[in-house]
């Protein structure tokens, strides 16, 4: 069980921690480049995170349905993950409809020729990842919570 745990101790970490970077780093960093750099950043981030996400964040959810499958479903540990796979949950469903939606449309922009919505869609973007990296966090303190709780 403990090396269940820490497997899944450390996907979820870097599901979070994957969204984290781009929010705390990535995104502020972007934030002032002007209309070509900017498009010419976030595809170039896109070929490397839109593949890495969906990976840590599924494998997140996997292993929180093990966590609460292998604690039993009605202990406070194995509720505890549940909860997780909920927060886990929620940032795909936050994260589909509109975060990757958004990078398919950023991918198939001209650097030289930016649409004149395009500040009105990096706006959007921002708020949706970082709504959806805000339910990440509880879902990893939950699974660590739900660790520490079982092991107690």
Request: net charge positive.
């Amino acid at each position: 069980m403990h090396t269940l745990e820490l497997i899944v101790l450390l996907i979820a970490a870097l599901a979070t921690g994957g969204l984290m970077v781009n929010w705390v780093g990535l995104a502020r960093a972007m934030a002032p480049l002007s209309p070509s750099t900017y498009i010419e950043f976030h595809q170039s981030t896109n070929r490397t995170f839109d593949p890495y996400i969906p990976i840590v964040v599924i494998g997140a959810i996997a292993g929180g349905i093990a966590l609460a499958v292998a604690s039993g479903i009605h202990t406070a540990s194995g509720q505890l993950s549940a909860f997780g796979v909920v927060c886990y949950v929620a940032v795909i469903a936050i994260g589909v409809p509109t975060c990757v939606r958004m990078n398919k449309q950023v991918a198939c922009w001209s650097i030289g020729n930016p649409p004149g919505d395009w500040a009105a869609v990096r706006t959007r973007w921002i708020r949706f990842h970082v709504i959806r990296t805000l339910f990440s966090v509880p879902a990893f303190a939950l699974y660590a919570a739900a660790m520490i709780l079982r092991t107690a």
